[in-house]
C-alpha cells in the first residue's frame, strides 16, 4: 500500500532540520523500500542490500541539512543510491578481483537442480526469474543500475541521468546496451 | 512525406518506443515504419515480448522481515548518534556510569553487570550499583541487542532482564527508573522480537508518571506508526493514548486511522481521537478532511460510523 502523505517531502525536511525525528522518519518510509529493492537486486545478496541501504541512509541522515531543495528529495536520494550501489560494487569487484569472464562462467552455469513440489509453470517462472538475476549480474555498475531505475521502478530516461548524474545519451547507451546484453542471455528462455 | 525511418534505426528505437521516450516526430516514423514492414513488425512483436517478460519478472517484492531488520539497523544506528551527540541522561551515560562505579558486589564467574533493586526514589545510589570488573569501554560497545526479560511484570514495581552488547548485560532496576525505560525504549526501535517489544512496551507504560518522557512518546509514536507487527503497533497506540494526548499525539492517530492495513488498529485509532477531541485537542481543517474520507471510504463500519460521529461535532 502507497503510503498516503500528510506532508510534503519539503515539509519533512525542514521539520527534520529542526530536530523532529519522527519527521525524518516519515520521510525516510516513504522511499526506503525502493532503496532496499534496488539495493538488493543491485548486490542480489540481503547482507550486502542491508548495508548499501544502512550507507544510503546514514549519508541523508548526514547531509539532509545542507539539502538546497534544488532538487526533489527523490532525486537526490537515488543520485546516493546510485552512487553508494556503484562504489560498492566497484570496491568489492576489486578486492575479489573478478573478471567480466568469471561473471559471464558464473551466469551460463547451469541453475542448481532443486526438488519442488511448485506447479511446473511457477518452476518455469521462477527459473527463468534465477536466470534473469543471474544475467542482471553480469551488467556493468552503470548498466545495471540504469536498468534497474528503469524496469524496477519506472523512471523516465531523464530522471535517471539526473539521479546517475550523467547525460540522457548516455543513460540512453547504458540502457541499450543493459537489454541487448541480456537479451542475448536470455534467448529462449523467455 | 517526412523521410523513410530505415530498418537498422527502427530496431535501434524499438527499446525507446517500447518506453514511450520519442519524441513525436520519431515516434511517428516508428509507427509508420511499423505499420509497412512486414519483417520489422515481426522483430518488435518478439522484443516487445523480451521487454514484457523482463518486467513481469523482475522480482519486486520486498521481504518484509528484511525491510524490517534494515530499519531496526539503521534506528539503532541513529539513536546510538543521538546518544553520542546528547550530554545527559542518555543510555551511554547510563551504562558508562553502571561500569564506572566503584563494585558493592562482584559476581564470579558470569561477566554481568548488575543494578541493584532500587526502590522508590532512591535511584543511582553508588551502593545500588554492582559490577564485577571495572572495564574500560568506548562507546560502539553499546550496541544492545537480544534483550530477554527474567521479570517483566510490572506489579511489584520492579523489572529485570538481561541485553547483550560487546560486553553482556543484566539489570535488575525500578520500573520507573528514567535509564531503564530509555534501554527498553532503544529495545522497542531495535529488538527483532516482537515479544520483546511488546513486553518493553508494557514495561515502560506500567510507570508512576503521569507526564510520558519527550524521547519516550517519540519512540512510541514511531512503533505506533511502522512496526511490522500489528500487536506492537495497537500496544503503542494504547500507551500514547494512556498518556496526556498533545498535538504530536493527535497527528500520530490520524497517521494511523489513514494509512493502518489492520481495521482494528483503526478503530483503536478513531476511538482514541475521540476520547482526545473530547479531553479538548482540536482537529485542523487536515484531520477533518481526513475524516470525511474516511467516512465515506474505510472499509470498517465502525471506523465509518465514529468519523461521522467526530465531525457532526465539528
Known sequence: MKEKMLLSDNELIIKTNNGDALAFEELIYRYDKMVLRIALKFTNDEDEAKDIYQEVFIKVYKGLQNFQFKSEFSTWLFRITSNVCITFKRSKQKKQQISIDDAEDSFTSTIADTESDLPDTLVIKSEFNDKLNNAIETLSPNQKMSFLLKHLEGYKIKEIAVMMNCKEGTIKKYLFDAVRRLKLQLEGNY | ?314
Open chain 2, 1 to 314: 512525406m517526412g523521410k523513410q525511418m530505415e530498418h537498422k534505426e527502427f530496431l535501434e528505437l524499438m527499446q525507446f518506443y517500447l518506453y514511450d521516450e520519442l519524441d513525436i516526430t520519431k515516434k511517428n516514423m516508428f509507427d509508420a515504419h511499423l505499420k509497412s514492414c512486414n519483417e520489422c513488425s515481426k522483430e518488435f512483436e518478439a522484443f516487445k515480448e523480451f521487454i514484457s517478460s523482463l518486467s513481469d519478472e523482475i522480482d519486486k517484492d520486498v521481504d518484509p522481515a528484511l525491510l524490517q531488520d534494515a530499519r531496526s539497523e539503521l534506528r539503532g544506528y541513529i539513536r546510538a548518534s543521538k546518544f553520542n551527540n546528547s550530554n545527559n541522561n542518555s543510555v551511554l551515560d547510563f551504562l558508562k556510569n553502571i561500569i564506572y562505579k566503584p563494585a558493592g558486589l562482584a559476581f564470579g564467574g558470569l561477566s554481568l553487570l548488575l543494578i541493584g533493586v532500587f526502590s522508590g526514589y532512591l535511584l543511582f545510589k553508588e551502593s545500588n550499583i554492582i559490577t564485577d570488573n571495572n572495564q574500560n569501554l568506548n562507546s560502539d560497545q553499546y550496541k544492545i541487542q537480544n534483550i530477554n526479560f527474567i521479570d517483566s511484570d510490572p506489579a511489584d514495581g520492579k523489572v529485570e532482564f538481561t541485553f547483550e552488547s560487546l560486553t553482556p548485560g543484566h539489570i535488575k532496576g525500578d520500573i520507573n527508573n528514567p535509564e531503564i525505560q530509555n534501554i527498553l525504549s532503544y529495545a522497542l526501535l531495535t529488538e527483532q522480537n516482537p515479544g520483546t517489544r511488546l513486553n518493553s512496551i508494557n514495561v515502560i507504560n506500567a510507570t508512576n508518571s503521569t507526564k510520558m518522557d519527550e524521547e519516550i512518546k517519540q519512540t512510541f509514536i514511531s512503533v505506533a506508526k511502522y512496526d511490522v507487527n500489528p500487536g506492537v503497533r495497537r500496544e503503542a497506540l494504547k500507551a500514547l493514548s494512556e498518556t496526556q494526548v498533545d498535538n504530536e499525539i493527535k497527528d500520530a492517530l490520524i497517521y494511523v486511522l489513514l494509512n493502518d492495513t489492520s481495521s482494528g488498529i483503526r478503530i483503536e485509532a478513531i476511538n482514541n481521537l475521540i476520547t482526545a477531541s473530547k479531553k479538548g485537542i482540536r482537529l485542523s481543517q487536515n484531520d477533518l478532511t481526513i475524516l470525511k474520507e474516511k467516512m465515506s471510504s474505510d472499509n470498517n463500519n465502525y471506523v465509518r460510523f465514529q468519523a461521522k460521529n467526530i465531525l457532526k461535532e465539528y
